[in-house]
């Protein structure tokens, strides 16, 4: 089917999606993003092609099956792709998918499931950065973790920003999202898990820390770290070792450096 005009309701709904307007769509774009998503058990609802990308037929297998999943395909002018796209540089195809389920029993499930061999579930606090978020959703589904938790104020791990930097993780990583954070810790110490958090003034270098025992590894945000009071809630600490008078570490860094421990010592 085609469409020619710039205020089609299609598009129209597009670009709330691509704005975070309508909470449970995704917005998808780019060929890996795409692969991924076709791989997943994501329901996609919509594909629009530009009339470029179809007449040159630049990625036939991607095209076949992305018409064996999707229902509604549209075909429209490069120049109405560009309106809706969230890149500068668009790859010639755009799809709108429903966004997996999320929340407290998604992760209930995991655990009861047992889905990866590293006991660990991350609690992320009020962490703003999509790209960052995306990273460390990317490096958790890496290292094997159960799921993540997202307390409020926390960026949308479905935004496309954050879809980038997870490059497809967030489509199969079980995730909380917008929870209380003392909810989220009586719940984990209710389910068996130590929560433990990254502290630069903490004692106990992370290498130190029993990761073969199941765990709440809790990160604060990237400016602010964790409150006080949140601090205390947690109870257990840890930090990472650096040389030559370095502050701070990126915050995916540090979430790789502790996961990637944790993980070697469930594969020893």
């Known amino acids: 089917m085609k469409i020619t005009a710039r205020d089609n ?16 769509l995704l917005f998808i774009e780019g060929v890996r993003l795409t692969e991924e998503a076709l791989r997943s058990k994501l329901i996609i609802e919509e594909a629009f092609f530009s009339e470029n990308f179809l007449r040159e037929n630049k990625n036939p297998e991607l095209l076949k ?7 509604d395909i549209f075909e ?13 540089k668009p790859q010639g195809f755009i799809l709108i998918a429903k966004k997996p389920p999320t929340g407290k029993e998604i992760l209930e499930n995991s655990i009861a499931r047992k889905i990866t061999p590293l006991p660990l579930i991350l609690l992320l606090d009020e962490i703003n950065n999509p790209s960052n978020l995306g990273a460390i959703i990317r490096t958790s589904e890496a290292a094997g973790v ?9 960026a949308d791990p479905f935004s ?14 079980p995730v909380w999202t917008k929870a209380d954070f003392d909810s989220a810790i009586r719940w984990a110490i209710d389910s068996g898990l130590s929560p433990v958090c990254a502290d630069i003034r903490s004692q106990t270098n992370y290498a130190r820390i029993d990761w073969e025992k199941p765990r709440l590894l809790v990160l604060g945000s990237e400016a602010n770290g964790l409150s006080e009071a949140k601090r205390k809630l947690v109870g ?17 860094v540090s979430a790789g450096i502790i996961l990637f421990e944790a993980k070697r010592q469930n594969s020893a």
């Open 9 to 24: 309701q299609r598009l129209k709904k597009a670009r709330k999606v691509r704005d975070g307007k309508i909470p449970d």
């Open 76 to 88: 429209i002018p490069e120049k109405l792709l560009n309106s809706i796209a969230d890149t500068k």
């Open 146 to 154: 159960n799921g993540i938790i997202l307390t409020r104020n926390s």
């Open 236 to 252: 257990e600490s840890l930090f990472i070792p650096m040389e030559n008078e370095v502050e701070s570490l990126n915050l995916a």
């Open 65 to 71: 099956q992305i018409k064996t999943r999707v229902p």
């Open 160 to 173: 496309s920003k954050a879809l980038r930097g997870s490059m497809g993780s967030a489509f199969r990583l």
